[in-house]
């Protein structure tokens, strides 16, 4: 198993390939939006949060969405086609699949799950931010990237994203 310093390494020379512009600010660790928001004063951007959740049948999903979106997990998974209710993911699975520990879940994790077991299911609302900031494969830091470069590295990883309407007004 690589280390987090390795798999960051990893992430940023991906965006490099890809031509991908980041801004990464360096923070004490945060575990939850809560504890984050004084760190969000000083980076513009949306600030999000990431739902490992899996369904009945075992399928995985990460849905991110702006930090202070509202989401009925009693009905999301009419929202991304899931086999019945969604769950919380263990933390075991979370790094087994997604290479993070929770409190530190993001969509770069996508780098390192080269199975494709995770569909990433991207909230419309939050898409309308032209810059978007999550934790680079760990949440002592920050990193910044443009709406459709998450995009484009999320297809790069295999994981084309599903952009889907699910956080309620709030």
Same mark, same amino acid.
């Given at each position: 198993?690589?280390?987090?310093?390795?798999?960051? &390494?990893?992430?940023?020379?991906?965006?490099?390939?890809?031509?991908?512009?980041?801004?990464?600010?360096?923070?004490?660790?945060?575990?939850?939006? &809560?504890?984050?928001?004084?760190?969000?004063?000083?980076?513009?951007? $949306?600030?999000?949060?990431?739902?490992?959740?899996?369904?009945?049948? $075992?399928?995985?999903?990460?849905?991110? &969405?702006?930090?202070?979106?509202?989401?009925? %997990?009693?009905?999301?998974?009419?929202?991304?086609?899931?086999?019945?209710? %969604?769950?919380?993911?263990? $933390?075991?699975?979370?790094?087994?699949?997604?290479?993070?520990?929770?409190?530190?879940?993001? *969509?770069? $994790?996508?780098?390192?799950?080269?199975?494709?077991?995770?569909?990433?299911?991207?909230?419309?609302?939050?898409?309308?931010? *032209?810059?978007?900031?999550?934790?680079?494969?760990?949440?002592?830091?920050?990193?910044?990237?443009?709406?459709?470069?998450?995009?484009?590295?999320?297809?790069?990883?295999?994981?084309?994203?599903?952009?889907? *309407?699910?956080?309620? *007004?709030?």
């Amino acid at each position: 198993m690589t280390t987090i310093a390795a798999r960051r &390494a990893a992430l940023f020379a991906l965006f490099d390939r890809l031509g991908i512009v980041t801004t990464t600010h360096e923070h004490e660790a945060v575990f939850t939006v &809560a504890e984050g928001r004084h760190v969000k004063e000083t980076i513009p951007g $949306g600030h999000t949060k990431n739902l490992f959740l899996k369904d009945k049948k $075992g399928r995985l999903f990460l849905v991110v &969405a702006l930090g202070d979106a509202v989401i009925d %997990l009693k009905r999301l998974h009419e929202v991304v086609g899931a086999s019945g209710r %969604l769950s919380f993911g263990s $933390g075991d699975l979370l790094e087994e699949v997604w290479g993070v520990k929770p409190g530190a879940v993001t *969509p770069f $994790g996508a780098l390192c799950d080269t199975g494709q077991r995770v569909t990433v299911v991207l909230d419309a609302a939050m898409m309308e931010q *032209p810059v978007l900031n999550y934790h680079p494969l760990e949440n002592t830091a920050t990193t910044s990237i443009a709406r459709d470069d998450l995009v484009a590295f999320l297809a790069a990883t295999g994981h084309e994203p599903l952009i889907l *309407p699910c956080s309620q *007004p709030g």
